[in-house]
């Protein structure tokens, strides 16, 4: 298995720009996560979906910020538009449907100047 | 809230030096509690998972604990290859079958040092 892929691994963009981050869980996965890590803040859950529908969006931090997962295998996470605070490293995880360990993908490292 | 907090922030060990690290957490009703490994550039790696009090994990040189308050992450005679940042993390349990959130400490920095 390939594990949870993300891409680009590395986003350098200017504020104001929109941007676009792209995840692809593990097959059969039914839980998937996004996630953000700064030094500040450590590891916070964003929003998170189970059968592609979104269940908990609390951690979302502004209306900038938009996710979805059109299907089972690829998910979105959007800013628009970025601001200089919203760099930190994006994380995507996915779990089985009562499993309760998440895995991880490689992170997304944005950099808005 | 859920609450998560790790300690200490950093440990410095030489190879063969034993040392544990710390995992307070408050939380509604535990459902369980994870570990994680997380090298620099990386995801974190999945460990561990404790479910109650008393239950004990291991995995070569790590052994993980769980308290009704706190984890213990053991780590005997470590290697420089243990170096890494970990995370402890908890999932409460829910009125609403909500699914596996997961609210994480800030970690510990570990560095063993040959």
New interface residues.
């Given amino acids: 298995d390939a594990g949870v892929i993300q891409s680009p691994r590395h986003e350098v963009t200017e504020m104001g720009q929109e941007v676009t981050l792209r995840c692809k869980p593990i097959s059969g996965h039914d839980y998937l996560f996004w996630y953000r890590q700064t030094m500040m803040r450590g590891l916070e859950l964003l929003i998170y979906f189970n059968n592609n529908v979104p269940i908990d969006d609390s951690g979302m931090p502004e209306d900038r910020f938009s996710a979805k997962m059109p299907n089972a295998s690829f998910s979105t996470l959007k800013i628009q538009p970025s601001e200089p605070r919203d760099s930190a490293v994006y994380f995507c995880a996915s779990s089985f449907a009562g499993g309760n360990e998440q895995y991880f993908g490689p992170g997304t490292r944005l950099t808005v100047t | 809230e859920d609450q998560v907090t790790q300690s200490p922030e950093a440990l410095r060990l030489q190879e063969g030096e034993s040392s544990s690290l710390n995992c307070s957490y408050t939380v509604s009703g535990l459902?369980?509690l994870?570990w994680y490994r997380q090298d620099p550039?990386?995801?974190?790696?999945?460990l561990f998972?404790l479910y109650s009090a008393g239950e004990e994990k291991e995995k070569e040189r790590l052994k993980a604990t769980l308290t009704k308050k706190e984890s213990f992450l053991h780590i005997t005679a470590p290697k420089p290859e243990d170096s890494a940042t970990y995370?402890c993390a908890v999932?409460a349990l829910m009125i609403k079958a909500?699914?596996?959130?997961?609210?994480?400490?800030?970690?510990t920095r570990v560095l063993v040092k040959p």
Avoid at chain 2, 41 to 46: D, I, M, Q
């Fill in positions: 459902r369980g994870f550039g990386k995801g974190p790696e999945f998972t995370l999932q909500a699914g596996n959130k997961l609210t994480f400490g800030g970690g």
